[in-house]
């Protein structure tokens, strides 16, 4: 697959925290629509991704970033600015249009995580994923990711999140 040219712009202005609600509430409903409720969806984006939300994670050292090509946003991507005390970066979101699936995209994006994260001292890269969501698994598993254990934690609202956490050691 072809190298595709895209930067990170981390999300600080109002009107780029709209622009990642906008490109999320796009991608949420396909990438989920046959795992969990629209009501989870709509649930889910409205706390993770509220304003306050992007802007409270920001402070305490988890920016979300604009993943943009020489045309236009396509997706968006957040993972921690310095690792944990266990030398783990975590990813928290990766979310592209789908007009961007199976190009090679979301591995390139990856890559600049795992630099990112080595570049800050990190030994590995660990992420949730919903034990259901078969592509997003396939596409981490070829990233060189593991499932690390399975969980289910209570998200609020009445729903749960029932996850993999899927582990990449950096070398």
């Known amino acids: 697959m ?14 780029d925290i709209a622009a990642a609600f906008r490109l999320v509430s796009t991608i949420w409903p396909i990438c989920y629509r046959d795992i969990i409720t629209d009501e989870q969806i709509r ?4 706390t993770m991704y ?15 970033y604009l993943v943009e090509t020489p045309t236009a946003p396509i997706g968006v991507v957040s993972f921690d600015a310095m690792p944990n005390a266990d ?18 995209m979301g591995q390139q994006l990856m ?3 795992f630099a990112a994260a080595k570049a800050v001292g990190a030994s590995a890269v660990e992420l ?8 997003a ?5 070829r990233a060189g990711f593991f499932v690390a ?3 289910v934690e209570d998200i609020g609202g009445g729903f749960s999140k029932i996850d993999h956490r899927m582990r990449k050691e950096l070398t």
């Open 2 to 15: 072809q190298d595709i040219e895209f930067t990170l712009r981390r999300a600080e202005t109002d009107d």
């Open 128 to 135: 949730d994923v919903n034990q259901r969501n078969a592509r």
């Open 50 to 64: 509220a304003p306050e939300t992007i802007r409270r994670n920001t402070a305490a050292g988890t920016p979300l």
């Open 111 to 113: 890559q600049r995580v």
């Open 43 to 46: 649930y889910m984006l409205d």
């Open 149 to 151: 254990r399975s969980f």
């Open 137 to 141: 698994i396939r596409a981490y598993e």
């Open 87 to 104: 030398g783990v970066v975590m990813l928290h979101k990766i979310y592209l249009l789908p007009d961007w699936w199976g190009k090679g």
